[in-house]
């Protein structure tokens, strides 16, 4: 019997350990946060990896497959491809981040005032709410910024950021009409803090994380959005080197066989947008994760 209970004891501790040495990274995106890391320090650090000018025109040498001088290549009209992919990067990535930026504003501080304004008042912002979100955001996007005029970085990102705020603000709506009647938010309300000083002291910190993975998710809804307007011709100008716009030129790299101008660059965006893709589900398993815990 006691070495029945001994071999019992060796197997349940045989089961334990594995458990107990369970790897930091078990569960994480760790590739994919090391690539987009690796992409972004790339784009910031443009100037010092490359060699030559991403709008400078080489006349001579256009339509070059990648090579030992160019390495990926060259486009129509003679830009190093190689250089563009990693400044125009930076230009996606400003836009995705900016446009991040002001659509979660826009969200909180408008989920937060429907969440704490009176009944009448929040049926109807909820009401307009999913107005805008009925109508597909790329149509929103195009036109406003006919509305505009002709598309810059800034004014790119401006657009596609006020039309990226409905479902993030539904989100905080909820979660703030869970907290509202908290005992902090009152003893906050009682001792005179304002509107702003409730909502980033004491509401915010408890909404952020059901709505991060949805705030990384904006961004890489911005790229793509940018994307798609460059590639259909009402983006960004050929001039100003982003992703889309490199995209931009796949019907001439078509027409002439130029495989590299439209793999290349689609490559990065591609692999761009699946890391945050996985980072993003990433924050959504754990939060789901830390509900079910509660």
Not at 40 to 53: E, N
Not at 82 to 98: H, P
Not at 127 to 155: D, H, K, M, Y
Not at 246 to 271: D, H, T
Request: charged fraction near 15%; include cysteine; charge should be positive.
């Amino acid at each position: 019997m006691a070495g029945q209970f001994e071999i019992v004891g060796m197997r349940e501790t045989a089961q334990v350990e594995p458990e107990q040495k369970k790897k930091w990274y078990e569960g994480k995106p760790v590739v994919s946060i090391a690539v987009l890391v690796l992409i972004v320090t790339g784009c910031l650090a443009c100037s010092l990896i490359t060699t030559k000018d991403p709008s400078y025109l080489d006349l001579k040498n256009y339509n070059v497959p990648p090579n030992q001088e160019f390495l990926f290549g060259t486009d129509t009209m003679g830009r190093d491809i190689f250089s563009m992919v990693w400044y125009g990067g930076r230009i996606s990535l400003f836009i995705g981040i900016v446009s991040m930026v002001i659509s979660t504003v826009i969200a909180v501080i408008y989920g937060t005032v429907s969440a704490c304004a009176p009944a009448w008042a929040d049926h109807l912002l909820m009401r307009f709410t999913e107005i805008f979100l009925s109508v597909p955001g790329l149509l929103l996007v195009i036109f406003l910024q006919a509305a505009l005029g002709e598309a810059n970085v800034l004014s790119l990102s401006f657009v596609i950021g006020i039309t990226g705020w409905m479902s993030i603000s539904k989100v905080i709506r909820t979660e703030v009409r869970r907290l509202r009647n908290s005992e902090y938010v009152i003893a906050s309300r009682c001792m005179g803090g304002s509107f702003f000083h409730i909502l980033w002291r004491h509401l915010a910190p408890n909404f952020v994380s059901p709505v991060m993975f949805m705030v990384v998710m904006n961004v890489r809804s911005a790229i793509v959005a940018e994307s798609t307007l460059s590639f259909m011709g009402i983006g960004l100008p050929v001039e100003v080197i982003s992703w889309g716009s490199m995209l931009s030129l796949a019907e001439k790299a078509l027409l002439s066989n130029s495989w590299w101008m439209i793999l290349i660059p689609g490559a990065f965006l591609v692999v761009t947008l699946l890391c945050i893709t996985n980072l993003g589900n990433y924050l959504r398993r754990n939060v789901n994760r830390q509900e079910r815990n509660l």
